[in-house]
């Protein structure tokens, strides 16, 4: 497994759910958590990452998107937009006439950055944000190394998440798509076919957009009813791709309360589409452990042993496989259903 100090800095973070400012649920804790509970099974190598560049990240967003990541904290202080203390949350958002009117090169003020750039308030940036996303990009990457390099399976420890950000969008705690940049890593090396198969509670709105309208790349998502959970506007089952991509994009949303027997035959129908489009690259798995009984912000009901089972159909592939972690919120128990996941793939 890899995973990088550099996340830690991505913290002291607020966020606006229900009307409310809370303490932002993707905290650091959540992967140190896993850590610890790996650490104590004694059977996993923790590996830093490789610095990778930006060159995979350019690949999948947009250059402004990044030069908005790099730059904004260090602007928004220098221009007193913020104290230094408190986060950047947008608080204007470039929708409807004024998106459809072209005004996104217009605002050059912070406030006006974020506005065109991000998803919700619930994505706060800091200090340590830029330099912890680029990491979480690193780890991901490193751990499809492992994997190309003859390991069966990587387990990058990404944090923040990577899901629903897309080429020119972020939000939903993510900034970077982790597992968009490894597929699109893979291509560039020269795979065919490529599947990425998405297992957190909530439907990976950047990686579908992202992958929309190619064929070469396959995304299929098992996740919360977008009818009564984030991200709400996309994540429909009639949301199959276009174009090229048309067929190659898999939705299928659950009910709440949604246990282990539903979840492992709508996860056997997954794998079966996985299967037939035969990837010739490592499987890419965003793996989310909010669809577990307590999360916080989730309502699907998967127990820590639940996990092993999740893990043994994905493992019944038969493919080496590169886990990135995108959502899972219940600390206290997320390293035991790290654990329990991982011995599903016999580790
Ligand atoms: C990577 C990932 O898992 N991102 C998730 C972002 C979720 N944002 C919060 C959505 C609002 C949830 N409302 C839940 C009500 C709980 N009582
Ligand atoms: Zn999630």
Redesign the pocket.
């Known amino acids: 497994m890899v995973s990088s100090p550099a996340h830690l800095a991505h913290d002291g973070l607020v966020e606006v759910?229900?009307g409310r400012a809370v303490p932002c649920f993707?905290r650091p804790e959540r992967i140190t958590a896993i850590e610890a509970a790996l650490a104590d099974t004694s059977s996993y190598r923790l590996l830093p990452p490789s610095a990778h560049g930006l060159a995979p990240i350019t690949a999948v967003h947009e250059s402004a998107l990044v030069e908005l990541l790099e730059q904004v904290w260090a602007d928004s202080v220098a221009s007193g937009a913020t104290d230094g203390a408190a986060p950047l949350i947008p608080d204007t958002f470039l929708v409807g006439p004024m998106a459809a009117g072209g005004y996104r090169g217009s605002g050059t003020a912070a406030p006006a950055r974020l506005g065109a750039y991000c998803l919700?308030t619930?994505t706060p940036i800091v200090a340590g944000t830029y330099a912890a996303a680029r990491a979480a990009v690193d780890v991901a990457l490193t751990a499809a190394d492992l994997v190309l390099d003859g390991e069966e399976l990587g387990y990058a420890l990404c944090r923040p998440?990577g899901?629903?950000a897309a080429r020119e969008m972020y939000g939903?705690?993510?900034f970077f798509n982790n597992a968009a940049i490894v597929a699109e890593s893979l291509v560039l090396k020269g795979a065919r076919r490529v599947a990425i198969l998405d297992v957190?509670?909530?439907h990976g709105n950047g990686t579908q957009q992202i992958f929309w309208e190619r064929g070469d790349v396959l995304y299929i998502s098992l996740h919360a009813d977008p009818a009564r959970a984030?991200p709400y506007f996309s994540g429909h089952a009639d949301e199959v791709g276009a174009g090229a991509g048309k067929g190659f994009n898999h939705n299928i949303p659950l009910a709440a309360r949604t246990d282990i027997q539903a979840y492992a035959a709508a996860l056997e129908r997954a794998c079966a589409i996985v299967d037939d489009f035969a990837p010739d690259a490592p499987l890419i798995v965003s793996l989310?452990f909010?669809t577990f009984e307590r999360d916080?912000?989730a309502d699907l009901a998967l127990t820590t042993e639940d996990y092993a089972r999740v893990g043994s159909i994905i493992a019944g592939l038969g493919r080496p496989t590169v886990l990135i972690q995108?959502?899972g919120y219940a600390i206290d128990a997320i390293g035991a259903n790290a654990v329990s996941l991982l011995s599903g793939f016999g580790r």
């Open positions: 759910m229900g993707e919700d619930a998440p899901h629903h939903g705690y993510c957190d509670y909530h984030f989310g909010d916080p912000i995108e959502g």
